[in-house]
């Protein structure tokens, strides 16, 4: 069946360093996809979406970047913190519903070492 | 914050009581959802109440029943359930628009079944 999954299920980092995590994605009728931080004890939080007729977007410090020919798509975190030490979902909604249906990928676990 | 109030937080229950666990937003939005979340396993979704109707039940066993009353409250009602049962029971909710379908999500009520 369809599914979002992740490369890396852990990614160690140094503070100060950027972060790149990776999500692959099946669907090609997804148009939308959005990338989640759950901390420990707490349920995901919104970091940064992305539309299907995009293939950047910038936050504050977070970029994420979609390859829809090879349906990939990232999540860069620029100068990471360890304030930014989570799990990272990305999710994809495929359409076809008015509400947010989301399809949510493993997550991968970031450890941010000062 | 994220405008959306899970309670309670913490859950123990045996396999033969009968709990209920409460979502509320204060988000104004239409939509609301429960979704398990298991260890070392994506975040699976349950129910989408749309407008206060239930749009989705996605293979739910009916140990689980979802109630929702108006569009700021969600429950959760368990009964006879089994240890595997055991997970973090997220809420979430959003507003149904073409153009955006982002989740706010509560804390969660961590569920253990013994």
């Known amino acids: 069946g369809e599914s979002v999954g992740l490369h890396l299920p852990t990614l160690s980092v140094q503070e100060g360093d950027n972060s790149i995590i990776n999500c692959a994605y099946s669907n090609s009728a997804s148009d939308y996809f959005i990338w989640y931080k759950q901390e420990s004890g707490k349920g995901p939080q919104f970091i940064i979406d992305i539309r299907s007729n995009m293939d950047k977007r910038q936050g504050q410090r977070v970029t994420v970047l979609l390859n829809k020919t090879v349906k990939h798509l990232s999540l860069q975190i620029a100068a990471t913190q360890p304030g930014d030490s989570a799990v990272y979902f990305c999710a994809e909604w495929a359409g076809g519903t008015s509400y947010g249906k989301l399809t949510f990928g493993q997550g991968t676990i970031l450890t941010v070492h000062p | 914050e994220t405008g959306v109030t899970q309670t309670p937080r913490h859950l123990v229950m045996g396999m033969t009581n009968k709990k209920s666990l409460k979502c509320e937003q204060h988000?104004?939005?239409?939509?609301m959802y429960w979704y398990k979340q298991s260890a070392k396993k994506p975040l699976e979704l349950m129910f989408v109440?749309?407008?206060?109707?239930?749009?989705e039940n996605n293979s739910v066993p009916s140990r689980f029943s979802p109630e929702c009353p108006n569009s700021s409250h969600l429950f959760l009602h368990l009964h006879t359930l089994q240890p595997e049962d055991s997970a973090l029971y997220l809420c979430?909710?959003?507003?149904?628009?073409?153009?955006?379908?982002?989740?706010?999500f509560g804390q969660g009520t961590r569920l253990t079944v013994v």
């Open positions: 988000l104004g939005h239409n939509a």
């Open positions: 109440y749309s407008l206060e109707e239930r749009v």
């Open positions: 979430a909710s959003s507003q149904e628009e073409a153009l955006s379908t982002e989740a706010f």
